[in-house]
């Protein structure tokens, strides 16, 4: 009788402990993904024997295989997954972890030398972890060459404050020569601070950037009304000097959605590169598109009343006026 008392008062006392250790649990488990030699990889995650039933066996990539028990092993604190390929992993690769948790910190040890640290969430009973978001590479330079000149054609035309300060400089601007020099001008400014900030050598929060280029889309606005009043403004006179400066401040947003890709270390030339290319890519289709537009309606001589002519303005303005105002107001409440 003593033995069934002493056996329940244990079991009492353990199932505190438990309580006690869960009732701090915060659902989001502690990962790590380290890469080793060979195309050899151990992705472990915090998990102490009692929650070990939790982490079952990740779906791993094609072409990759578990080397030892798939069902993991107990080393210590922590459960282990080890897993192997013919090739490492790319950026094109995604592990799907079927784990009973809210979410996990990972951190990636690439065999480079190189980290990677993210927040993946549980979404419908799985942990997707794309490779892409943890600084893998490409696997090739062929491959990051196609993935970042891509990635820089879907920047440029996805993003539309750039592509409505283009827009407004192609309207100030015309002839052939003067628009060229206007939009290399733009191209080489935001090239060179694309570069600076790719390699760390210049440093801007991301939201007074975003703010500063509402502003310089609002600047063309008011030029181009104050060009219908008779007044030449600075754009008309020093076309490219206006869009050599604000292309600084364009070339810093790049970077910032360039950096948000998640970049591999030996893949920054590269990336910088193809990058810049896929933006001017974008770049040059739209301005081609815009001028193709101009010339259809000069060529079928159609009438646009005047008054029909500023209202592109004043909607370039007050979208560019309400981005300046809800940025401005991201750096104050963050200040």
């Known amino acids: ?3 069934v008392v002493q056996s329940w008062m244990l079991a009492i006392a353990l199932s505190f402990v438990t309580a006690s250790v869960f009732a701090h649990d915060i659902g989001v488990s502690k990962a790590e993904l380290v890469e080793g030699s060979s195309n050899q990889y151990q992705l472990r995650v915090h998990a102490p024997a009692m929650m070990a039933a ?6 791993l990539p094609e072409g990759f295989e578990f080397t030892a028990n798939p069902r993991g092993s107990q080393l210590g604190l922590w459960k282990a997954f080890e897993f192997s390929g013919n090739r490492p992993l790319t950026a094109d690769d995604m592990l799907a972890l079927p784990w009973e948790r809210d979410g996990i ?4 040890y690439w065999a480079d030398g190189s980290e990677a640290r993210t927040l993946f969430k549980n979404e419908d009973g799985l942990i997707a972890v794309p490779m892409s978001d943890v600084k893998a590479s490409s696997g090739s330079w062929v491959a990051a060459s196609k993935r970042y000149f891509f990635l820089g054609i879907e920047h440029i035309l996805l993003g539309i404050d750039h592509l409505l300060f283009v827009l407004g400089l192609l309207w100030i601007v015309r002839g052939g020569l003067s628009l060229l020099k206007t939009i290399t001008a733009f191209t080489l400014a935001h090239s060179i601070t694309l570069g600076l900030a790719t390699f760390g050598l210049v440093s801007l929060a991301p939201a007074p950037v975003e703010a500063c280029i509402a502003l310089s889309i609002v600047f063309l606005a008011v030029e181009i009304m104050r060009a219908r009043e008779g007044q030449t403004g600075l754009t008309h006179r020093y076309p490219w000097v206006v869009a050599f400066a604000f292309g600084l401040l364009h070339g810093l947003g790049f970077a910032g ?3 948000s890709i998640g970049l591999a270390q030996s893949e920054i030339p590269i990336a910088l590169l193809f990058f810049n290319i896929g933006v001017e890519a974008g770049q040059i ?3 081609l598109a815009v001028i193709a537009a101009m010339q259809a309606v000069d060529t079928l001589k159609v009438k646009i009343p005047s008054w029909v002519e500023v209202i592109p303005v004043y909607v370039i303005g007050t979208l560019a006026t309400y981005w300046l105002f809800t940025r401005f107001s991201v750096i104050a409440v963050g200040a």
């Not at 939790?54 to 779906?59: D, T």
């Not at 910190?105 to 990636?108: D, F, P, Q, R, S």
Request: no cysteine; proline share 5%; net charge positive.
């Open 285 to 287: 289709l739209f301005v």
């Open 1 to 3: 009788m003593t033995q």
């Open 54 to 59: 939790r982490f079952s066996s990740p779906q």
């Open 257 to 259: 959605a360039l950096s």
């Open 105 to 108: 910190m990972l951190t990636v």
